[in-house]
């Protein structure tokens, strides 16, 4: 079982930044890929980044590249996803998910595990 909390969402103008973190507890972390995702009111949840178990693979959505980065810290059991940049568009609620295997999945079906979300409101 994997328990996951995220933190670091809020309000900010059209411009700034975030920082997104999850944390992890439960079995061996670092044999899990990770990710994020977000969801809008009234629309479905969507991919934002992955991370692989070792870190030394991502991948992102095209509409975050270049502005959104995520990185894990495993001796802590940490995941984070650095927003700059940010758009209204990006407003959603953010989820950390934990898959069982040690990939970084595009395809939310392949994550085991979800945090509450952390609201992120970007004002224009």
């Known amino acids: 079982q994997v328990q996951l909390v995220e933190s670091g969402g809020g309000l900010v103008q059209a411009g700034g930044s975030l920082r997104l973190s999850c944390a992890a507890s439960?079995?061996?972390?670092?044999?899990?890929?990770m990710g994020w995702f977000r969801q809008a009111p009234g629309k479905e949840r969507q991919f934002v980044a992955a991370?692989?178990?070792?870190?030394?693979?991502?991948d992102y959505a095209d509409s975050v590249k270049g502005r959104f980065t995520i990185s894990r810290d495993n001796a802590k059991n940490l995941v984070y996803l650095q927003m700059n940049s940010l758009k209204p568009e990006d407003t959603a609620l953010y989820y950390c998910?934990?898959?069982?295997?040690?990939?970084?999945?595009?395809?939310?079906?392949?994550?085991?595990?979800w945090g509450q979300g952390t609201q992120v409101t970007v004002s224009s």
């Open positions: 998910a934990a898959a069982y295997g040690s990939g970084g999945y595009v395809n939310r079906y392949s994550y085991n595990y």
């Open positions: 991370i692989s178990g070792t870190g030394r693979s991502t």
């Open positions: 439960g079995r061996t972390f670092s044999s899990n890929g």
